[in-house]
């Protein structure tokens, strides 16, 4: 048993069926990517993943526990956390205020005074711009911010949903040494990506999402140098 | 065009905008007097016999509009700007000068029904036609030229030109309410009756009050400051005491306020005293939760019915006491916000500003219903509710009911300052900015907003039931949806989210148009007027809270940074 493990899921908007029977798993300390283009369905994975989007049918199970018939705040509480896809950090608060608000869940100052240590360790930046309000802060340091607050919850599994998007190159890299670091302390991570490239570069296994449906799984290194990816998503010809 | 040369294309080019703002003036000029505003507020003086609230009214517009003009021609040169201004003047009362003269071929009184002699008589400052409109052109470019060389003024001439006119313009529009309160003060009556006259204030006083308010400036410019200075560096202990006997001359107002105030002023007092519970209730759910909700007078409709219910000698149902049914109604209030809330939990924006608003006309419907006649007395309402009483006192003049609003909004202020710095505060703050965020970061958006909903509900309900025990009656026509739109419109103007915001708008919004009796025709033109003066001017409110200010005036990020970087190596 895996420790997130999605199985056969069918999500609709209205009429429009989303995700026609995709599965997937991620496994502890893993860090698994899943990529495609615009409007195949994986920012809708990741939302019902976080409950923010019931299914019609279809298991969702984390550590075995069945995810679908909970509550978008009670997935959190059990350490489910998703980094939004654009960021939407709070532009009125400060820093400091989006990082507490991120913590929402946890009740035990301790460990929330312990989880902005790391914050901070991670991203020094941010600890210099405590202060500052968020909708000011570039966006990189937004994203680094968005991040920031997911990992205040606690999380024991981080969805992250293109966190390069609309970032500039040397930021993208930044992101993804960040990701990176966060997979060394031992974070779970399911991250969804367009930029296939350097996903594939950090993920042990990737998933490709095509018009929900999940078209091909294996290891990074294989779908790197997989014909069909390749020319799809690599941008080689 | 935007060259500073004054070659004569760039001249002309340049006085556009002196006619563009003129034009406008023209229009604010001619609109005041023909919806009436003008005649009805010259009744009043400001100086008695000298000026009154009418020609203040079009001197100010005047003035404003000259302003603009100044301001926005200001990047082309002095000259330039004091030239705009003057145009701008002229224009302004050159319009008046049209309306009167076209008021003496037309009949426009089968349209505009204010367009009487008596307005021309007051435009022509009571002179007959040649020197009146001469006199009313060259008043127009004297206000023009007056305002924008004070735009240009600064320092010491701009401060003692405006502070004097502006204390002697306050004092007038403020007459009834300085004058009775001067009155109650022994020796100070004698001053009162020496400033003011019956109507407005005397000259010898206007004079007296505009010099001593400016030596008065002065000297706090002048010591103002090491006086300040000296308070910050009194310390702690001193410092402590400084705001104790400041709290406390605070408390010792606000309890003998009434006493101070007679009658009438205490009924106004009372009134902006239900639309600050009002305004705080509402401003849980609009301000800090971020629901537009326009159907809030259903609470307070639902807080003064359950008392009256519960209450009136005249249903005979109940015999409660005001003190029992309070809390019942109360209740009463939270749940029913908890039915609104339940069915608009997805609703957002102006979705849920529609089915409120929905809501508010179901339950005035209701209540106005020949079904529901038998228990809630249909249009005539419900009559005979016995007022509050503890022991033998009873709170049954304005000036006793007064301590009751006083005891119900120190609770609301109390509990919404707790409620602000609580969980439930911040998650109300993050379901405003992003409900789908909030959401993510693990907050239960149900729960979350049906609390609002609910406490909003309830404390509109303690006020709904002060209202019905202080008329003694409650009929549906009290309830009706102007009472949510003047709560929205007051949380608005004071800024949003901030509770001293909230007061300083209900005696804006509520108070001022109580005082000003001539208002109340056109009360609703006043809001609309203030609301769109309020989005171009200060958006964030009189009094904003904290957060708003933040992002509407931005301070630079430079300097925040600098003060965090401060703050951490401090730390």
Same mark, same amino acid.
């Given at each position: 048993?895996?420790?997130?493990?999605?199985?056969?899921?069918?999500?609709?908007? +209205?009429?429009?069926?989303?995700?026609?029977?995709? !599965?997937?798993?991620?496994?502890?300390?893993?860090?698994?990517?899943?990529?495609?283009?615009?409007?195949?369905?994986?920012?809708?994975?990741?939302?019902?993943?976080?409950?923010?989007?019931?299914?019609?049918?279809?298991?969702?199970?984390?550590?075995?526990?069945?995810?679908?018939?909970?509550?978008?705040?009670?997935?959190?509480?059990?350490?489910?956390?998703?980094?939004?896809?654009?960021? *939407?950090?709070?532009?009125?608060?400060?820093?400091?205020?989006?990082?507490?608000?991120?913590?929402?869940?946890?009740?035990?100052?301790?460990?929330?005074?312990?989880? =902005?240590?790391?914050?901070?360790?991670?991203?020094?930046?941010?600890?210099?711009?405590?202060?500052?309000?968020? +909708?000011?802060?570039?966006?990189?340091?937004?994203?680094? @911010?968005?991040?920031?607050?997911?990992?205040?919850?606690?999380?024991?599994?981080?969805?992250?949903?293109?966190?390069? %998007?609309?970032?500039?190159?040397?930021?993208?890299?930044?992101?993804?040494?960040?990701?990176?670091?966060?997979?060394?302390?031992?974070?779970?991570?399911?991250?969804?990506?367009?930029?296939?490239?350097?996903?594939?570069?950090?993920?042990?296994?990737?998933?490709?999402?095509?018009?929900?449906?999940?078209? #091909?799984?294996?290891?990074?290194?294989?779908?790197?140098?997989?014909?069909?990816?390749?020319?799809?998503?690599?941008?080689?010809? | 065009?935007?060259?500073?040369?004054?070659?004569?294309?760039?001249? #002309?080019?340049?006085?556009?905008?002196?006619?563009?703002?003129?034009?406008?003036?023209?229009?604010?000029?001619?609109?005041?007097?023909?919806?009436?505003?003008?005649?009805?507020?010259? $009744?009043?003086?400001?100086?008695?016999?000298?000026?009154?609230?009418?020609?203040?009214?079009?001197? #100010?517009?005047?003035?404003?509009?000259?302003?603009?003009?100044?301001?926005?021609?200001?990047?082309?040169?002095?000259?330039?700007?004091?030239?705009?201004?003057?145009?701008?003047?002229?224009?302004?009362?050159?319009? @008046?000068?049209?309306?009167?003269?076209?008021?003496?071929?037309?009949?426009?009184?089968?349209?505009?029904?204010?367009?009487?002699?008596?307005?021309?008589?007051?435009?022509?400052?009571?002179?007959?036609?040649?020197?009146?409109?001469?006199?009313?052109?060259?008043?127009?470019?004297? &206000?023009?030229?007056?305002?924008?060389?004070?735009?240009? /003024?600064?320092?010491?001439?701009?401060? /003692?030109?405006?502070?004097?006119?502006?204390?002697?313009?306050?004092?007038?529009?403020? $007459?009834?309410?300085?004058?009775?309160?001067?009155?109650?003060?022994?020796?100070?009556?004698?001053?009162?009756?020496?400033?003011?006259?019956?109507?407005?204030?005397?000259?010898?006083?206007?004079?007296?009050?505009?010099?001593?308010?400016?030596?008065?400036?002065?000297?706090?410019?002048?010591?103002?400051?090491?006086?300040? *200075?000296?308070?910050?560096?009194?310390?702690?202990?001193?410092?402590?005491?400084?705001?104790?006997?400041?709290?406390?001359?605070?408390?010792?107002?606000?309890?003998?306020?009434?006493?101070?105030?007679?009658?009438?002023?205490?009924? &106004?007092?009372?009134? &902006?005293?239900?639309?600050?519970?009002?305004?705080?209730?509402?401003?849980?759910?609009?301000?800090?939760?971020?629901?537009?909700? @326009?159907?809030?007078?259903?609470?307070?409709?639902?807080?003064?019915?359950?008392?009256?219910?519960?209450?009136?000698?005249?249903?005979?149902?109940?015999?409660?006491?005001?003190?029992?049914?309070?809390?019942?109604?109360? =209740? %009463?209030?939270?749940?029913?916000?908890?039915?609104?809330?339940?069915?608009?939990?997805?609703?957002?924006?102006?979705?849920?500003?529609?089915?409120?608003?929905?809501?508010?006309?179901?339950?005035?419907?209701?209540?106005?219903?020949?079904?529901?006649?038998?228990?809630?007395?249909?249009? $005539?309402?419900?009559?005979?509710?016995?007022?509050?009483?503890?022991? !033998?006192?009873?709170?049954?003049?304005?000036?006793?009911?007064?301590?009751?609003? @006083?005891?119900?909004?120190?609770?609301?202020?109390?509990?919404?300052?707790?409620?602000?710095?609580? *969980?439930?505060?911040?998650?109300?703050?993050?379901?405003?900015?992003?409900?789908?965020?909030?959401?993510?970061?693990?907050?239960?958006?149900?729960?979350?907003?049906?609390?609002?909903?609910?406490?909003?509900?309830?404390?509109?309900?303690?006020?709904?039931?002060?209202?019905?025990?202080?008329?003694?009656?409650?009929?549906?026509?009290?309830?009706?949806?102007?009472?949510?739109?003047?709560?929205?419109?007051?949380?608005?103007?004071?800024?949003?989210?901030?509770?001293?915001?909230?007061?300083?708008?209900?005696?804006? =919004?509520?108070?001022?148009?109580?005082? #000003?009796?001539?208002?109340?025709?056109? *009360?609703?033109?006043?809001?609309?007027?203030?609301?769109?003066?309020?989005?171009?001017?200060?958006?964030?409110?009189?009094?904003?809270?904290?957060?708003?200010?933040?992002?509407?005036?931005?301070?630079?990020?430079?300097?925040?940074?600098?003060?965090?970087?401060? +703050?951490?190596?401090?730390?």
């Amino acid at each position: 048993m895996a420790f997130l493990e999605i199985e056969e899921i069918h999500a609709y908007y +209205g009429h429009i069926h989303a995700l026609k029977g995709v !599965s997937l798993y991620v496994e502890k300390g893993e860090i698994v990517t899943l990529i495609g283009a615009n409007g195949a369905g994986k920012s809708t994975m990741l939302k019902t993943t976080s409950g923010l989007l019931s299914p019609r049918h279809g298991s969702i199970r984390f550590e075995g526990e069945e995810l679908t018939r909970y509550r978008p705040h009670e997935i959190v509480a059990k350490g489910v956390v998703q980094v939004p896809e654009g960021r *939407r950090v709070f532009g009125r608060l400060t820093v400091r205020e989006n990082l507490e608000m991120g913590a929402f869940a946890l009740s035990d100052p301790k460990l929330i005074e312990a989880n =902005l240590e790391r914050v901070f360790n991670l991203f020094p930046r941010l600890k210099e711009r405590q202060k500052q309000v968020a +909708g000011t802060l570039s966006g990189g340091e937004q994203q680094m @911010l968005a991040t920031g607050r997911a990992l205040m919850a606690n999380p024991r599994v981080l969805l992250m949903d293109e966190p390069s %998007m609309g970032l500039a190159p040397v930021l993208v890299d930044n992101i993804f040494n960040t990701i990176r670091q966060l997979h060394a302390q031992g974070t779970t991570i399911l991250l969804v990506e367009q930029n296939a490239r350097k996903a594939l570069e950090v993920a042990s296994r990737g998933y490709v999402l095509q018009s929900g449906v999940m078209v #091909l799984t294996d290891t990074a290194q294989n779908l790197q140098r997989n014909e069909m990816v390749r020319k799809a998503y690599l941008g080689e010809t | 065009m935007r060259k500073n040369s004054p070659t004569s294309k760039g001249i #002309l080019s340049s006085l556009k905008i002196g006619l563009k703002t003129g034009l406008v003036g023209a229009i604010l000029t001619v609109l005041l007097s023909l919806i009436g505003m003008v005649e009805a507020f010259s $009744q009043r003086y400001i100086i008695h016999e000298v000026i009154s609230m009418g020609h203040t009214l079009l001197l #100010l517009s005047g003035y404003f509009i000259a302003d603009r003009a100044a301001r926005r021609s200001i990047s082309k040169g002095k000259s330039l700007a004091l030239l705009n201004s003057l145009i701008s003047g002229f224009l302004s009362s050159g319009s @008046l000068i049209l309306l009167i003269f076209l008021g003496a071929f037309v009949n426009l009184r089968s349209v505009f029904i204010n367009a009487s002699p008596v307005l021309y008589q007051l435009l022509l400052f009571g002179e007959e036609i040649r020197t009146g409109v001469l006199l009313l052109f060259f008043v127009g470019g004297v &206000v023009g030229f007056f305002s924008g060389l004070l735009y240009l /003024l600064t320092g010491w001439i701009k401060k /003692l030109t405006l502070i004097p006119l502006g204390s002697i313009l306050i004092a007038g529009v403020l $007459q009834d309410l300085l004058r009775p309160t001067l009155a109650a003060w022994g020796p100070l009556s004698i001053l009162s009756e020496w400033i003011f006259t019956a109507n407005g204030l005397s000259i010898s006083g206007a004079i007296v009050l505009g010099v001593s308010i400016s030596i008065g400036s002065l000297l706090w410019s002048f010591k103002g400051k090491s006086l300040q *200075r000296g308070i910050k560096s009194l310390s702690g202990s001193k410092r402590k005491i400084f705001t104790y006997a400041g709290f406390l001359t605070l408390v010792f107002l606000l309890l003998v306020l009434p006493h101070l105030l007679g009658l009438f002023l205490s009924e &106004v007092l009372t009134i &902006v005293g239900l639309y600050i519970l009002l305004g705080l209730g509402l401003n849980i759910v609009v301000g800090y939760a971020g629901l537009l909700d @326009l159907g809030y007078v259903a609470f307070f409709a639902i807080g003064a019915y359950t008392t009256a219910i519960l209450t009136s000698q005249e249903l005979g149902f109940f015999h409660f006491t005001f003190w029992s049914a309070l809390p019942i109604a109360i =209740l %009463m209030g939270i749940f029913s916000g908890v039915l609104l809330g339940i069915p608009v939990l997805k609703m957002r924006g102006d979705y849920l500003a529609i089915a409120t608003l929905g809501f508010g006309e179901i339950i005035r419907i209701l209540v106005l219903s020949d079904f529901l006649r038998p228990w809630l007395g249909g249009a $005539q309402g419900i009559g005979k509710i016995p007022k509050a009483s503890i022991g !033998s006192f009873e709170f049954a003049r304005p000036q006793e009911i007064y301590y009751l609003i @006083l005891a119900g909004c120190l609770l609301v202020v109390f509990i919404s300052l707790r409620l602000k710095d609580s *969980r439930i505060g911040r998650a109300w703050m993050a379901m405003r900015e992003d409900e789908d965020v909030a959401q993510a970061m693990g907050i239960n958006l149900v729960s979350t907003k049906l609390l609002a909903f609910a406490t909003g509900a309830g404390f509109s309900a303690l006020s709904g039931a002060i209202f019905a025990s202080k008329l003694g009656s409650v009929y549906p026509h009290s309830f009706n949806v102007m009472i949510s739109i003047n709560v929205v419109c007051l949380i608005i103007v004071g800024g949003m989210g901030s509770i001293p915001g909230v007061m300083v708008g209900a005696f804006a =919004l509520v108070g001022l148009p109580e005082l #000003l009796r001539e208002f109340a025709e056109y *009360r609703l033109l006043v809001y609309g007027a203030a609301l769109v003066v309020m989005m171009l001017l200060k958006p964030e409110g009189l009094w904003p809270e904290a957060i708003r200010r933040r992002e509407l005036h931005e301070e630079p990020g430079e300097k925040l940074s600098n003060d965090s970087t401060q +703050g951490t190596s401090g730390s």
